[in-house]
């Protein structure tokens, strides 16, 4: 067995060839085994703090590391020169920086809100695990083609899966980054830091964001911390150069540099950094023109900066996927011991709540908790009940705070004109994009005209966005649009196959139908739908006269199967972008 090396400042062991110790990133060197001159004297003290016994060092007898000699003027001008102890608590510096970039947003009007974990959340199974692995190859391949913002949706289907896995959230700041979204980037690099504070990439990442918001003092602090925790992280040394280079630190910039080369000499950012700084120093005489050793001679440099600073952008991706392969393997190991008895049914995409909320106040209570996961729920009404508005809602609200993945197919109104009334109610909740899909009239037309059979073209279409974007809710609006486009020949045996197959998709699903009331002797009268029988679930809306000159919204739930719940009528409104019920007062 190979013999390993002791660390001097935490004693750990490390791997024979290791440069750096593994767990304090204190340099390891061949003086660690000798012994100080003179004699060595440790108090060692018991729990209670009291010193009780002396021990001299000596021949055989335990030694500390002799004391650094004290620094010279130059190694206090450069701080990258001196070793620096372990570092436990970086709470200073990632609060320092958390601070400055809530303020920006606050003054630039943008929602910052750090990653809170959902307590609804559940661990990923095997199925999980498995998902997550597809989307991350997903992601990693679209990112190597440079497509960011396509790469950002598996990275949150990726997270939706193990929220607790690091790889997705550095990914995804990185993503958020290259299309200016720093905020957002700024959020998944913290939450690395949260999952992994000595994670070089997440230290690296914030740092970046910081300049890329022209935070550049808190950016240097970032960076410095960062290569004291990780002093053998090239780019971060090369990151922290361009900072204290836009600072006009010039002496400071052209050894981070430098350090960065001595780590890697073929970094080609630090190469041509370095050389750009020295023509600057030069220029100011703060330096002389010095050659370039022979051994740097011998690695090309990038023509100019620009075309280093994408080369290094394509060096952080590599790095980040060299990163992510170890656990990557881990995951795929995990899914290949796991359980290898399958159901035949198809499972879900993720862990499944057992009800679906509203998130209509005064409703799920009702509900015992919502609707039942896989449910098909009609939700009917007169024109102007807000039946579209309410399924909506319940879409964009599981979309936002659930992370469930939704469909929302318009059969009668276009995307933008939906989208643009939808937010004049006040729904303009914060959705992760992907989350929420609309498909107007034309895409749907476009879908349906493919085939003959209407059933396996909807199904077609639908089933291919599952696969690429996941899904969890659809609403279908309206079932007339749909019986008029699919052109229905036998109405009932047309709802029950399109309803067998809403069940089939594993999901849960929403139909909107019109619903005029019929008013006889001041009574509304039922008719007879086949639809209403076939349904899991009847959520019925009216509009209730309360005098002469005014009226009322109500909602009733007819049925839902599984569920004990009133049948009686709810008054309903729309208050700030929240719907909420009452025990409706008979006039």
């Known amino acids: 067995m190979p013999t390993l090396l002791p660390c001097p400042n935490c004693n750990s062991f490390n791997k024979p060839d290791a440069t750096y ?20 004297v440790v108090l060692k003290q018991v729990m209670g703090g009291e010193v009780y016994s002396a021990l001299v060092g000596g021949e055989g007898r335990r030694t500390r590391p002799p004391a650094p000699p004290p620094p010279s003027d130059e190694d206090t001008e450069d701080p990258i020169s001196s070793p620096d102890p372990e570092i436990e608590d970086n709470s200073d510096v990632i609060g320092a920086a958390l601070d400055r970039i809530r303020a920006m947003a606050h003054e630039e009007g943008h929602r910052f809100k750090p990653y809170v974990r959902s307590k609804s959340h559940k661990g990923s199974g095997p199925q999980g695990h498995e998902e997550l692995t597809v989307q991350m190859d997903l992601a990693v391949s679209l990112l190597r083609e440079r497509r960011f913002e396509e790469a950002i949706e598996p990275l949150l289907k990726a997270i939706a899966r193990d929220d607790e896995n690091r790889p997705p959230w550095i990914l995804l700041g990185e993503a958020y980054l290259r299309v200016d979204r720093p905020y957002k980037a700024a959020v998944a690099y913290l939450r690395s830091l949260e999952l992994s504070p000595r994670d070089e990439q997440a230290w690296l990442g914030l740092g970046r964001v910081l300049r890329f918001l022209d935070e550049l003092p808190t950016a240097a602090t970032v960076l410095e911390r960062a290569t004291r925790i990780r002093p053998e992280h090239a780019d971060t040394w090369v990151e922290r150069g361009l900072v204290l280079a836009s600072m006009q630190k010039l002496p400071e910039a052209l050894r981070s540099f430098g350090k960065a080369l001595d780590i890697r000499p073929d970094h080609r950012i630090a190469l041509a950094k370095r050389t750009e700084v020295e023509a600057m120093l030069r220029e100011q005489g703060a330096v002389e023109a010095n050659p370039e050793p022979a051994e740097t001679d011998a690695f090309p440099r990038p023509p100019n900066a620009s075309e280093a600073e994408a080369a290094f952008e394509v060096d952080i991706l590599e790095e980040i996927e060299d990163s992510i392969q170890e656990e990557a393997r881990k995951t795929m190991q995990a899914v290949r011991e796991g ?53 909506f809602s319940i879409l964009l609200h599981n979309a936002a705070r659930e992370g469930l993945h939704c469909l929302y197919v318009s059969l009668e109104e276009r995307a933008s004109s939906l989208l643009k009334q939808m937010g004049s109610l006040g729904l303009k909740l914060d959705v992760p994009k992907g989350s929420l899909v609309v498909l107007d009239p034309r895409t749907a037309a476009d879908i349906l005209s493919e085939k003959k059979d209407w059933v396996d073209a909807l199904e077609a279409g639908i089933k291919s966005i599952k696969e690429k974007r996941g899904l969890d809710l659809i609403v279908i609006d309206s079932l007339e649009a749909l019986e008029v486009l699919a052109k229905f020949k036998d109405r009932r045996r047309e709802m029950y196959r399109l309803f067998e197959w809403l069940r089939d998709l594993a999901v849960t699903s929403f139909v909107v139908t019109e619903r005029p009331d019929w008013l006889i002797a001041g009574h509304v009268l039922q008719g007879r739908w086949d639809e209403d029988f076939l349904a899991d679930g009847v959520i019925q809306l009216r509009i209730h006269m309360v005098s002469d000159l005014e009226a009322q919204r109500r909602l009733r739930v007819v049925k839902m199967r599984g569920t004990k719940h009133e049948t009686g009528y709810l008054a309903m409104v729309l208050d700030d972008g929240r719907f909420r019920v009452t025990r409706a007062m008979s006039t």
Request: charged share 20%; hydrophobic share 30%.
């Open 339 to 391: 359980p290898r008895t399958m159901p035949p049914a198809p499972v879900p995409e993720a862990p499944r709540p057992p009800r679906v909320p509203t998130f209509v106040e005064g409703l799920d209570e009702g509900l015992d908790g919502g609707i039942p996961w896989g449910h098909l729920v009609l939700i009917e009404g007169a024109p102007g009940t807000m039946k579209s508005s309410l399924a």
């Open 21 to 40: 110790c593994h767990t304090c990133g204190r340099r390891l060197g061949p003086e660690q085994g000798t012994m100080p001159e003179g004699t060595e």
